[in-house]
């Protein structure tokens, strides 16, 4: 199993739609769970970071997060094409272990 | 304040060479990992230093080796370059390593192609 799981995708979704990515980890002592983009050929960018149960929302980024199901998602609203790029789930503990990444495409 | 800066930002090399690439971290953080990704295997972990001092280690031969300096920058090595190590190599800071994870930011990258 590995530590940080994610959909490969691609995800398609069009203009305006809602854009859901999801996450699970296996470390249950995971304290901190971020989410990064990073366009083709470019290094990740840090979009949020979440480390409470719940929901934090930033702009159109809202991320959600339950330790109980080791499970951490990315929900982006009113998508645009230039939400297009591939969505790193990183998780933090003793170390950040990064997943594969969901690759999102939002069609015009 | 200036952001992580990796130093060649492209290079090509032949097999069998070594190569060192150069990272320098956001003022104040004393973390510095390094990730190699490429296109099949996603980001992979290389190492971590903190204060000098190799703290975690990911699966890659002992041709990958890395250390940091007193000042927080950082070099990585490989020698015996091998055709699959054409990657991108990222590198990237956190203010401290500490046991609830650290926000990372990562600089531009270091593409490095081996011919």
């Known amino acids: 199993q590995k530590e940080v799981e994610q959909n490969s995708g691609p995800l398609s979704v069009p203009e305006g739609a809602i854009a859901s990515l999801n996450c699970t980890y296996s470390?249950?002592?995971?304290?901190?769970f971020f989410w990064y983009r990073q366009y083709s050929g470019k290094s990740p960018e840090l979009i949020m970071f979440?480390?409470?149960?719940g929901d934090k929302e930033d702009g159109r980024f809202t991320a959600q997060l339950n330790k109980a199901s080791q499970y951490v998602s990315l929900l982006i609203r009113d998508s645009q094409p230039s939400d297009s790029a591939t969505y790193l789930c990183a998780v933090g503990g003793f170390k950040t272990i990064f997943g594969a990444g969901t690759r999102l495409f939002v069609k015009a | 304040k200036a952001g992580v800066t990796q130093t060649p930002r492209y290079l090509i090399k032949t097999r069998g060479q070594q190569v060192t690439l150069s990272c320098s971290p956001i003022?104040?953080?004393?973390?510095v990992s390094w990730y190699q990704q490429t296109p099949g295997q996603g980001l992979q972990f290389l190492f971590e230093y903190f204060s000098e001092t190799q703290r975690n280690k990911g699966n890659f031969p002992g041709r990958f080796s890395g250390r940091q300096f007193s000042n927080s920058r950082s070099e990585m090595n490989v020698s015996t370059l091998e055709l699959g190590d054409s990657a991108l190599y990222l590198c990237a800071s956190s203010l401290d390593r500490g046991t609830g994870g650290n926000t990372i930011y990562f600089g531009e990258g270091s593409w490095l192609t081996v011919v």
């Open positions: 003022s104040g953080h004393r973390s």
């Open positions: 470390d249950r002592g995971s304290q901190s």
């Open positions: 979440i480390y409470s149960n």
